[in-house]
């Protein structure tokens, strides 16, 4: 007990005797429960009395900063150790839900003691957090279950460091920067012999990562007060297709595989065609794009990106034509037109079979 008593002086402020004693004696009884050969009614005394003993020690300890971390990281110590070797996997659970929130209260408890604002402390729990996400992954060869606990507890403390970051657009996107890193990471350390379940929580990774780099992207675009459409959806539209190309490889329609990133690619830059005036590069450049996606579902034999872009296409072409009606005297139009009925009437027959083919074309493509 003296050597606690020494190891919870911190800057040589003493903890007080009592609340010492009430955490060191209640951490003695939830390691006994959860490592020594206890019986059942004895671990259901011994776990209430360490519970209560605990936490009176670890209150007692809130008042000064020195104390405080003291507790907190004599608290991830013991819980670690119940994680590592208790008797059973729902002790192990326990000890390992303990030991990674009170490591992310540590180190959110060292920043505010180093009295950095509030933004860095958001960066030192994510920190606390990779170290978790690390520490799932270590686990997952062995104990998939204790793995999946911890990693889900990482999870919430990025959530936690987002939060804190709130108000400081930098450092929002930077904490997305960062934990998408973290996970992508994560998705690529594949561990021995990766099962099926793995494999599937693997893409669910990988995609949190990008969905994660994008949006860092898209705030970063806002904090440097970027107006261009094109630098928002595009991206967006890059990661949309590739996870439909993904998804089409296991035989998924191209309405549900390519439909989302082509209207994230196509619909916000139309739109802007539409309803605002000039812009003669973005018209040029959408168009051609659009032309370009319509030959590559064609190509594919792929309806989605066939009707997309040429539905693009037509209303291009629409709003073109709408620009030039007052710079030409009304009689030419009036003429393509009646010379337009005269062609149509004259091969109506044959573009009507035309018309047919296409329509049959298009509807047998996936």
């Known amino acids: 007990m003296a050597a606690v008593l020494v190891a919870l002086t911190v800057a040589?402020?003493?903890w007080p005797v009592v609340p010492a004693v009430a955490l060191a004696t209640g951490l003695a009884y939830l390691l006994t429960a959860a490592l020594g050969p206890l019986r059942t009614g004895a671990v259901l005394v011994a776990v209430p009395v360490g519970v209560a003993l605990a936490g009176a020690?670890?209150?007692g300890a809130l008042p000064t900063e020195g104390t405080t971390i003291a507790a907190l990281g004599l608290l991830v110590?013991?819980?670690?150790t119940v994680g590592l070797a208790g008797r059973d996997q729902a002790t192990r659970i326990a000890g390992w839900l303990v030991a990674v929130v009170a490591g992310l209260t540590l180190a959110a408890a060292v920043a505010l003691a180093a009295d950095l604002p509030l933004r860095l402390v958001a960066l030192a729990v994510l920190g606390g957090a990779a170290v978790a996400l690390a520490t799932g992954t270590v686990l997952r060869a062995r104990r998939p279950a204790?793995?999946?606990t911890v990693e889900a507890v990482a999870h919430a403390g990025a959530l936690v460091a987002l939060l804190l970051s709130l108000g400081e657009i930098r450092y929002v996107a930077a904490v997305f920067t960062l934990w998408g890193i973290a996970v992508g990471v994560r998705a690529l350390w594949a561990g021995p012999v990766p099962d099926a379940v793995?494999?599937?929580?693997?893409?669910?990774?990988?995609?949190?990562?990008f969905g994660s780099e994008l949006v860092a992207w898209w705030l970063l675009l806002v904090a440097d007060r970027v107006a261009v459409l094109e630098a928002y959806s595009l991206p967006a539209a890059v990661l949309a297709l590739t996870a439909g190309w993904l998804a089409a490889r296991s035989g998924l329609g191209s309405w549900f595989a390519y439909g989302p990133g082509l209207a994230a690619g196509l619909l916000p830059s139309l739109a802007s065609v539409?309803?605002?005036?000039?812009?003669?590069?973005?018209?040029?450049?959408?168009?051609t794009g659009a032309v370009l996606v319509v030959l590559a579902g064609g190509a594919a034999r792929r309806q989605a990106p066939v009707v997309l872009g040429g539905a693009t296409v037509v209303l291009l072409a629409l709003r073109e034509l709408a620009a030039v009606w007052d710079l030409l005297p009304?009689?030419?139009?009036l003429a393509i037109g009646g010379l337009a009925l005269i062609a149509l009437a004259m091969t109506y027959e044959r573009r009507r079979r035309d018309v047919a083919r296409l329509r049959d074309a298009v509807g047998r493509m996936t």
Do not use: C, K, N, Y
Not at 274 to 287: A, T
């Open 146 to 148: 204790e793995s999946l």
């Open 77 to 80: 110590g013991g819980a670690a």
């Open 198 to 209: 793995f494999l599937h929580r693997r893409g669910v990774l990988v995609w949190t990562a």
């Open 12 to 14: 040589g402020t003493p």
């Open 57 to 59: 020690g670890l209150a």
């Open 274 to 287: 539409l309803v605002g005036d000039g812009q003669p590069m973005r018209r040029l450049l959408l168009g």
């Open 330 to 333: 009304r009689w030419i139009f």
